[in-house]
């Protein structure tokens, strides 16, 4: 591992609490005096109504904040959905009817100032965070594709805070129809709905996720198959972005992304034959935190606000330069 030693988060002065709001499931993790203290994971009801989501995630703050002891000063959520400024679902693929409802209405009990973040963009801080480096490219691969981009030490905001969603990037403009509506995106190629389809073609059998994940552990030719052409997607990505920001470290998480083992050595060989030649390439490597990430971002927020979101130097302890 290259890159500046990773700065110790000590924690606020009071306990924080971090959730992760993903596209089929809930994480939650309670840190106090930087310590864990708590950890819970729930799967979103299946086909269930919007109450229902709601209720539970009510019901797992209430349970974190009740077997922890100790009210949380703050509380940082990393989002799959768009949520605007007053708190309201702005757009959620995977949970329409949620759009226009509340996020923060389940945390009301709470009394703890309320931080959202994107969750890609979170994990993506976590990840340079913990390598130490300055210049690294986060790649979350799961229900959809996410994006964090950080450069010179600060995340990449863009002019409207929403820079890095790598997951519409066009890699193949014949490819499939994304859900955006534009055809080719990334996300398209390699989300976990993409790559179970395209491991049943090769297979020649309907394949699910965690079938493709021990195929890839058996060596299966029709699994290997899928992550080579994820990888071979993922690196097309990644030659623009070499040239666009110069990654030194280029890291890949989500569910099925930190799932997939040979998916980074994969997409590192796929890079190297098809980047410029000269240019320097960044080292591609799973992600730090596992499948954890965005929950390791949502703790980060919480613990320093939302300073290195506005593009605060995130290895100088979260304070501006
Ligand atoms: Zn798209």
Not at 119 to 132: F, I, P
Not at 186 to 194: F, G, R
Request: hydrophobic content about 45%.
């Amino acid at each position: 591992m290259t890159g500046t030693p990773p700065p110790t988060d000590a924690g606020t002065a009071g306990g924080i609490l971090a959730v992760d709001i993903g596209g089929t499931k809930l994480a939650l993790r309670a840190v106090a005096s930087g310590a864990a203290v708590y950890e819970d994971a729930v799967l979103w009801p299946v086909g269930g109504a919007v109450e229902d989501d709601a209720e539970l995630l009510e019901a797992s703050v209430a349970k974190a904040v009740g077997a922890w002891g100790e009210a949380p000063v703050r509380i940082g959520v990393a989002t799959a959905p768009n949520v605007g400024a007053d708190g309201c679902v702005v757009s959620w693929p995977n949970r329409p009817d949620w759009v226009g409802r509340s996020l923060r209405a389940p945390f009301a009990g709470t009394g703890a100032e309320v931080l959202f973040g994107d969750d890609a963009t979170l994990a993506g801080l976590a990840e340079a965070r913990s390598a130490g480096s300055r210049d690294l490219v986060y790649l979350g691969i799961g229900t959809g594709v996410g994006g964090g981009l950080v450069s010179g030490g600060r995340l990449l905001t863009g002019a409207w805070g929403t820079a890095g969603e790598l997951g519409h990037l066009v890699v193949d403009p014949e490819g499939p129809r994304c859900r955006c509506g534009t055809r080719g995106c990334l996300q398209a190629a390699v989300s976990a709905e993409a790559l179970a389809a395209h491991a049943s073609a090769g297979r020649g059998l309907p394949t699910t996720t965690s079938e493709l994940v021990a195929g890839v552990d058996r060596a299966e030719p029709w699994a290997e198959r899928t992550v080579d052409h994820a990888a071979d997607a993922i690196a097309r990505a990644l030659r623009a972005l070499v040239e666009l920001v110069q990654p030194a470290h280029v890291r890949i998480g989500g569910g099925l992304g930190a799932a997939l083992a040979p998916l980074p050595h994969r997409v590192a060989q796929h890079l190297s034959a098809t980047v410029r030649p000269g240019r320097p390439l960044p080292e591609v490597g799973p992600a730090v935190h596992g499948p954890h990430s965005s929950l390791a971002g949502a703790v980060l927020l919480a613990t320093h606000g939302t300073s290195l979101l506005g593009g605060a130097d995130l290895l100088g302890g979260g304070s501006p330069a």
